[in-house]
């Protein structure tokens, strides 16, 4: 569904990605993985069209970043980590907006925010401010967002950031309902979250692609049954 190719993108004299290339199948739910300043946040901003590469290409169902941009922007959901949304305007009114923005007609456009606030727990504060939400509400919103249009794809950038631990389990809950008719590929620097959600896992270092396969795959090459020692394995070259 999503194939990259030996993607890289230099600011200047930093080479933020390093000839990454992996592949994201249909219906799969993939942890792309890596300490900060690794260069996740890189691959998603080219991948969603905010940044074009130094080098290398990325395909969407067919589709190239070079191309058929639009066309891929109407194909994916994207929630970077400091989710954009407008914190004076109501749950409803700020999911209408958004519907208007994406072109849903009327009659869809009220399916699906009804749809979408009951898959994202919003029903309780659908005529509240944004403003008056809990972080754990605001991130909800921001997947709503995301999920607005019914993209076959969603992007989610360390969607369970600075949240309490209550809201990461709801969190993750919904995005593994969420996985069930959709490919994601999400960020975390929560270990355990991403070993109880992803089906692959992807680790990026200082740019680099350093592991790419299922958490019992990594498992087995290493020798090694805890997540946390892996990860620091690889991410510090131990």
Known sequence: MIKIRNLTKYYGDLCA???VSFDIKKGEILALLGPNGAGKTTIYRILTGYLKPTSGNIEVM??????????IK????????????YRDMLVFDYLDFVADIRGISTEKKMKQIRELSELCGLDEVIHMTIDELSKGYKQRVG????????????VLD?????????????TRDII?????????????????????????IVVINRGK?????????LQDAMNEKSFENIFMKLTRGN
């Open 74 to 85: 109407n194909k994916i959901g994207y929630l970077p980590e400091a989710a954009p949304i």
């Open 143 to 154: 997947i709503a967002h995301a999920l607005m249009g019914d993209p076959d794809i969603l």
């Open 209 to 217: 692609k350093v592991a790419d396969d299922t958490l019992k795959g």
């Open 17 to 19: 990605v390093d000839d």
């Open 62 to 71: 067919d589709y190239n970043i070079y191309e058929h941009m639009m066309k």
């Open 158 to 170: 360390e969607p369970t950031v600075g949240l309490d631990p209550n809201q990461i389990v709801e």
């Open 176 to 200: 593994k309902r969420i996985g069930k008719t959709k490919t994601i590929i999400y960020s975390t620097h929560i270990l355990s979250e991403a070993e109880a959600t992803c089906d692959r």
